[in-house]
């Protein structure tokens, strides 16, 4: 290599070396400092574009799964009120048993009639308050149903579980007696029409529980029991379709927490980074700007070699 003054090579080629020592030595405490190899798109375009793709599925799974968990919520409210109406439908059975006894006179009876009276109004005071997130869901305006986002596609059929209306049925004492076969059509039970039809079907009711009917073709306490049994049992099989919807959604949120599991691992292995080699790097590139920076020196003092040719 020729001894010039004017342009010292040695000096550039150790300026070169320190600056890609330097920018590596940047780069490991970069990726040691935040955690992961790939912090801009210039250090993998592919893998920075991959990653935030998977990071936007994430976000949108973690809404799914609370979509999910807020639908089982939603369902599992309407069971308990289910539970609730039960437990009074149980006790006016036990009381129209009692009534059904010939030990018992008209004051009897009319005090059976009194508590029956009064669990058909808590019946009924349910029904009409039953609601989850200002959706009302004992009283017939859910009728057309709704649908619970669980996926995060746009397709209904790939995304989102459909809440069928017959889960949402009006759970009044007039409706739970008819089975809801003539009490679905105006979704309303707040009219002032239709809370006069309603007290009167539970006093009714309640008279012919208690054996105090005298109508033409009265039924007996007696008699009654079956007319209740049925109620049990239109109650119990809508806690049975409410249970079948509440599995599906279980399922589903099983579903979103083995995707996201799937897609973190995926994002960690492309993204993260491995502390034991950057901190290898580190060291790597930590000598090597050291001794570039030594070397930069000596260079620096090779052009004055030729004063000692003059």
Same mark, same amino acid.
């Given at each position: 290599?020729? %001894?010039?003054? *004017?342009?010292? %090579?040695?000096?550039?080629?150790?300026?070169?070396? @320190? &600056?890609?020592?330097?920018? /590596?030595? *940047?780069?490991?405490?970069?990726?040691?400092?935040?955690?992961?190899?790939?912090?801009?798109? &210039?250090?993998?375009?592919?893998?920075?574009?991959?990653?935030?793709?998977?990071?936007?599925?994430?976000?949108?799974? =973690?809404?799914?799964?609370?979509? #999910?968990?807020?639908?089982?919520?939603?369902? /599992?409210?309407?069971?308990?009120?289910?539970?609730?109406?039960?437990?009074?439908?149980?006790?006016?059975?036990?009381?129209?048993?009692?009534?059904? *006894?010939?030990?018992?006179?008209?004051?009897?009876?009319?005090?059976?009639?009194?508590?029956?009276?009064?669990?058909?109004?808590?019946?009924?005071?349910?029904?009409?308050? $039953?609601?989850?997130?200002?959706?009302?869901?004992?009283?017939?305006?859910?009728?057309?149903? %709704?649908?619970?986002?669980?996926?995060?596609?746009?397709?209904?059929?790939?995304?989102?579980?459909?809440?069928?209306?017959?889960?949402?049925?009006?759970? =009044?004492?007039?409706?739970?007696?008819?089975?809801?076969?003539?009490?679905?059509?105006?979704?309303?039970?707040? !009219?002032?029409?239709?809370?006069?039809?309603?007290?009167?079907?539970?006093?009714?009711?309640?008279?012919? $529980?208690?054996?105090? =009917?005298?109508?033409?073709?009265?039924?007996? !306490?007696?008699?009654?029991?079956?007319?209740? =049994?049925?109620?049990?049992?239109?109650?119990?099989?809508?806690?049975?379709?409410?249970?079948?919807?509440?599995?599906?959604?279980? /399922?589903?949120?099983? /579903?979103?927490?083995?995707?996201?599991? *799937?897609?973190?691992?995926?994002? &960690?292995?492309?993204?993260?980074?491995?502390? !034991?080699?950057? &901190?290898?790097?580190?060291?790597?590139?930590?000598? @090597?700007?050291?001794?570039?920076?030594?070397?930069?020196?000596?260079?620096?003092?090779?052009?004055?070699? #030729?004063?000692?040719?003059?």
């Amino acid at each position: 290599m020729a %001894l010039t003054i *004017n342009t010292n %090579l040695s000096s550039m080629i150790v300026q070169s070396n @320190l &600056s890609k020592a330097t920018t /590596s030595l *940047n780069q490991a405490i970069e990726r040691m400092t935040t955690g992961y190899k790939i912090n801009h798109a &210039s250090d993998n375009a592919a893998g920075y574009s991959i990653a935030r793709n998977w990071e936007a599925r994430l976000g949108s799974l =973690d809404v799914a799964a609370d979509n #999910a968990a807020t639908g089982a919520d939603m369902l /599992s409210t309407l069971e308990d009120n289910y539970a609730l109406i039960s437990s009074h439908v149980q006790r006016v059975r036990d009381l129209t048993e009692q009534a059904a *006894n010939g030990t018992y006179g008209k004051q009897s009876k009319e005090a059976i009639q009194s508590e029956i009276t009064a669990r058909l109004e808590e019946i009924d005071r349910i029904a009409a308050n $039953c609601e989850f997130n200002g959706q009302n869901m004992m009283d017939g305006t859910l009728k057309a149903g %709704l649908a619970i986002q669980v996926g995060i596609e746009g397709t209904a059929s790939k995304s989102q579980i459909a809440l069928a209306g017959e889960l949402f049925r009006r759970a =009044d004492v007039k409706s739970l007696v008819a089975n809801n076969e003539d009490a679905d059509d105006d979704g309303s039970i707040t !009219a002032d029409g239709e809370a006069t039809a309603m007290a009167n079907a539970r006093k009714d009711f309640a008279k012919k $529980c208690a054996g105090l =009917d005298t109508g033409t073709g009265a039924k007996t !306490a007696a008699e009654m029991l079956s007319t209740i =049994d049925n109620m049990i049992n239109t109650i119990s099989g809508r806690i049975t379709t409410l249970g079948a919807a509440q599995n599906r959604i279980e /399922s589903a949120i099983e /579903s979103i927490g083995v995707q996201t599991e *799937n897609i973190t691992s995926s994002l &960690s292995t492309l993204r993260d980074a491995d502390v !034991a080699t950057e &901190s290898s790097n580190y060291i790597k590139a930590q000598i @090597l700007q050291q001794a570039s920076a030594t070397l930069l020196a000596t260079a620096n003092q090779t052009p004055s070699i #030729a004063l000692n040719l003059l």
